[in-house]
């Protein structure tokens, strides 16, 4: 794995559609990974999919489940507190 993080089979399979309209089905999950937002870490699953020019893709459940905000004209995201939701 490119980023060197430990995986384990996903249980249960799933299928993932991408950008380019495609469908990948991955079959290996990196659990439990620290992700530095600002000064707030997240631990979320990673979902190991064969993206070349991405390390890492945040899905929008993800988003959504924490209430961020995309910019799309600023080409940013906005990650509220918890006091802020």
Do not use: H
């Amino acid at each position: 794995m490119r980023l060197g993080l430990p995986s384990s089979p996903l249980i249960p399979p799933m299928t993932v559609a991408v950008a380019t309209g495609g469908k990948v089905t991955p079959k290996r999950v990196c659990q439990n990974c620290p992700i530095l937002v600002g000064k707030k870490t997240y631990f979320i699953d990673l979902i190991c999919l064969p993206l070349k020019d991405l390390d890492v893709a945040l899905g929008m459940d993800w988003l959504s489940a924490n209430t961020v905000y995309i910019g799309c004209t600023e080409k940013n995201l906005y990650v509220p507190t918890e006091t802020q939701r």
